[in-house]
């Protein structure tokens, strides 16, 4: 640094011109000190606070924070904020299942991609493309592909993947199967998707082949006339006996691959939003009643999430339709079983929930977002019709609601950006989906800021590490207990509705009164803290103290 500040100025105060071998100079400079890092593939806690034992990760956490009082001094009125430490157990086991995934709409983009992304690693597949030879990877995935910091040693910052924090499962040991309501063999839908290399296609093929998907249940009303071509494999029969058979695919599925666990997710087609009724859908037993009557207003994607739940197999909604009626949250709860949602947060929403954080966190005022898209797979087909289209425009719209309610310096009470999100259906650019955004904010004195940005997003090669990723981290959630020590309570779970799974999604599902937070960076760090709680790990302040 010293060098380059001298050299920089002996160049500005002789009116030198900075010559190429200048910057080479500062550019080498800059990379030698950017380089200071360490990557170490894995590593163990020693505290007095973490045992490791044979099956499990026992560790007490000192969780700070702080309560806030409104109080009278001196007959002025005042808050006044207290820290406060909390301590915690958790107890993780280490003992890694064999696992089971169950996708429903397993025929489609998202299932067909993420199948042959499986297999081309499990397999160590490479493939030639126009720019070389391409080898299977994991990019796109949190847990496989992202480091966080450990730590410091000799003065350089240890970073290690994601996936070290706590024992997870290897991606490449998972069993896949699933629902769709067309017939065709996931080859078959592979080449129909376009999304893969074609030599990757041909590789893959003979692996796809022999894999077909259990008949789906299928409901005209609940998604676009449109997909009724494709509607060739269903399951029959009422709304119950419909469950009953969903159940019973779990339970072959289970005992015919010898899975540990399962977990279904659901990646089919949107659907338009459900009607809340009381006496319908707003509690556990009125929604189980409504089944045996044959209401109609129970979608599909609500009657696999019944199935889950009375299987105690916890359940993810990738799509933004309401799934999760309040009947169902009240069901899952009183079971204890898992589920998270609600759709997949892979392009536009996630650069939104990035950008606008960032913009009202630098305190310039968002006024106007408009995002406009255009996608030409089945998803973008299905979308054209207006009632799934509304239940994808809630999900993208509210991303944003938090990050302005958390600055009443910029917006009055009740006041909001002008927000308007487009999808259009355009068959020729197929998965490539465009997504155009204009964020226009208020600056200083008055001024205008706009700033217009273009993102080719390909949306199942996006999705489909998202899928991944829900998946692994709901396993890793349901061996996880933790307990209060200050309360003497017992070890339990984390609350069935998991929060813990909101980075991955555009409208994150959480547990009746908790804020609901959409600010990646945030979404992101609780995920990282809690992990790195379970090992008895202080969370990541990037303060940095002893380089200061």
Known sequence: HLLCHWFSSFC??????????????????????????????????????????????????????????HEKVD???????????????????TKIPKLGVMLVGWGGNNGSTLTAGLISNKEGISWVTKDGVQQANYFGSLTQASTCRIGSFSGEEVYAPFKSLLPMVNPNDIVIGGWDINNMNLADAMSRAKVLDIDLQKQVRPYMEGLVPLPGIYDPDFIAANQGGRANNIVKGSKK?????????????????????????????????????????????????????EEKEISPSTMYAIACIRERVPFINGSPQNTFVPGIIDYAIAENCLI??????????????????????????????????????NDGMNLSAPQTFRSKEISKSNVVDDMVASNPVLYEPGEHPDHVVVIKYVSYVGD?????????????????????????????????????????????????????????????????????????????????????????????????????????????????????
């Open 340 to 377: 998270g949602g609600d759709d997949f947060k892979s392009g536009q929403t996630k650069l939104k929930s990035v950008l606008v954080d960032f913009l009202v966190g630098a305190g310039i005022k968002p006024t106007s977002i408009v995002s406009y898209n255009h996608l030409g797979n």
């Open 241 to 293: 006996q419909q469950v009953d058979k969903i159940i019973a695919d779990i339970r072959q599925f289970k005992d015919r691959t010898q899975v540990d666990k399962v977990i279904v997710l659901w990646t089919a087609n949107t659907e338009r939003y459900s009607d809340v009724i009381i006496g319908l859908n707003d509690t556990k037993e009125n929604l189980l009643k409504s089944l045996e009557r």
């Open 432 to 548: 490539s989906k465009r997504a155009m955004d204009e964020y226009t904010s208020e600056i200083f004195m008055g001024g205008r800021n706009t700033l217009a940005i273009h993102n080719t997003c390909e949306d199942s090669l996006l999705a489909a590490p998202i899928i991944l990723d829900l998946v692994l981290l709901a396993e890793l959630t349901t061996r996880i207990q933790i307990r209060n020590t200050e309360n003497k309570e017992k070890l339990h779970s984390f609350h069935p509705v998991a929060a813990l799974l909101s980075y991955l999604t555009k409208a994150p599902l959480v547990p009746p009164a908790t804020p609901v937070v959409n600010a990646l960076s945030k979404q992101r760090a609780m995920l990282e803290n809690i992990l790195r709680a379970c090992i008895g790990l202080a969370p990541e302040n990037n303060m940095l103290l002893e380089y200061k």
């Open 75 to 93: 007959g002025n009125y005042r808050w006044c904020v207290m820290p406060k430490t909390v301590q915690y157990e958790f107890k993780t086991s």
């Open 12 to 69: 500005l105060r002789r009116c030198v011109a900075v010559t190429s071998s200048s910057v080479q100079l500062r550019l080498l400079l800059l990379r030698e000190t950017a380089s200071k890092t360490m990557f170490i593939e894995s590593f163990r806690v020693s505290s007095p606070n973490v045992e490791y034992t044979e099956d499990c990760i026992h560790a007490t956490y000192d969780y700070q924070t702080t309560d806030l009082v």
